[in-house]
């Protein structure tokens, strides 16, 4: 299986963070799930990675010309892959994988992972969408998400578009338990 981790590229974040990003690669690589993720050797991103290489799981990179030309390419990766621009990386890792996972992470991680809702919502795929709520961290977001639902912004039958966990554990077992769902027409 292969799993897309959307997260931080960010080195300044609390220990807590990192240590989740390394659990997560961890528990994929011994389950034989193979990590897609952004190409980076920096913050979360280079964590998963690592974690998943040190447990001898696969890692394909997909980044973008523009970043990998600043310097915080990956190595040491599976498969690494240098495209254009955002869109085709988005793409890619979007077509690669089997699940999505969102890690703490900032307006890169935000909008990748926003973007595999809506297309979930909008019927163009039926993977399973985890966010690893890490120490509370995306907890105003989902008051905000919530106020969204409150307001009939948001169907409340797009609530099951995703899972929301705590725990490494929990996103892990989601996603092998998962079983697609009839999504509701958006229009």
């Given at each position: 299986m292969n799993i897309a981790v959307f997260c931080a590229s960010s080195n300044r974040v609390k220990g807590v963070y990192a240590e989740a990003a390394r659990k997560l690669g961890?528990?994929?690589?011994?389950?034989?799930?193979?990590?897609?993720?952004?190409?980076t050797n920096c913050g979360l991103m280079r964590e998963v990675a690592d974690a998943v290489l040190e447990q001898g799981g696969g890692v394909k990179g997909i980044i973008p010309r523009c970043i990998a030309e600043r310097g915080v390419k990956a190595e040491?990766?599976?498969?690494?892959?240098?495209?254009?621009?955002?869109?085709?990386?988005?793409?890619?890792?979007?077509?690669?994988?089997?699940?999505?996972?969102?890690?703490?992470?900032?307006?890169g991680t935000l909008e990748e992972i926003t973007e595999v809702i809506t297309l979930k919502q909008l019927g163009l795929h039926q993977k399973p969408i985890v966010f690893i709520n890490t120490d509370g961290f995306y907890d105003l977001f989902f008051d905000f998400i919530n106020k969204a639902f409150e307001e009939s912004f948001v169907s409340s039958a797009y609530?099951?578009?995703?899972?929301?966990?705590d725990e490494v554990v929990e996103a892990v077992a989601y996603i092998a338990d998962y079983k697609e769902e009839k999504m509701v027409s958006k229009y």
């Open positions: 961890r528990e994929m690589a011994q389950r034989g799930w193979n990590l897609i993720y952004g190409g040491k990766l599976t498969d690494l892959i240098v495209v254009p621009d955002m869109k085709e990386r988005k793409y890619l890792m979007r077509k690669a994988a089997d699940a999505f996972i969102a890690l703490p992470g900032g307006w609530k099951g578009l995703y899972k929301v966990v």
